[in-house]
């Protein structure tokens, strides 16, 4: 059976009606009428209460927060976002590289171009004979 329907057949049996319904509640007003000052002070001390346990709330930070306090922001989408930015400025003529390249070259001494020396070292002669590299193989067996 459905609550509606024992609802219908309870009413049906009931004379007294409201009388039972009052006694159904089970709760009776205090006898002491309560006057605004209570009322208001009772408002106030429940709002203390909300703002309170909201408070504790609130200092309860997890492990997140706290990291986050001390971290940096992340900045990587704006830094992207220049560099994009930057490489769509005119890039620098090929004219231009020229004269850097060849304005920085030749200030260290592996940047120095090559000197006439070592094309005369090419065209000396060796201090050994073909008798001298035949006998070197001899004794090494190459």
């Known amino acids: 059976m459905s609550f509606s329907i024992v609802k219908k057949a309870l009413?049906?049996?009931?004379?007294?009606?409201?009388?039972?319904?009052?006694?159904?509640?089970?709760?009776?007003?205090?006898?002491?009428?309560?006057?605004?000052?209570?009322?208001?002070?009772?408002?106030?001390?429940?709002?203390?209460?909300?703002?309170?346990?909201?408070?504790?709330?609130?200092?309860?930070?997890?492990?997140?927060?706290?990291?986050d306090k001390y971290m940096a922001p992340d900045r990587r989408a704006a830094n992207v976002q220049l560099l994009r930015e930057l490489s769509t400025l005119g890039a620098a003529s090929e004219k231009t590289v020229d004269k850097v390249v060849q304005h920085h070259t030749g200030r260290l001494s592996k940047n120095r171009a090559v000197k006439q020396n070592e094309g005369k070292s090419a065209n000396q002669q060796s201090v050994f004979t073909d008798k001298d590299f035949d006998k070197f193989e001899k004794e090494y067996a190459f």
């Open 11 to 67: 009413e049906l049996f009931d004379d007294e009606g409201d009388k039972d319904k009052d006694s159904l509640k089970g709760k009776k007003k205090s006898s002491k009428p309560s006057t605004e000052k209570q009322d208001k002070f009772k408002k106030k001390r429940k709002e203390h209460r909300k703002l309170e346990k909201n408070l504790k709330k609130a200092k309860q930070l997890t492990a997140f927060d706290e990291r």
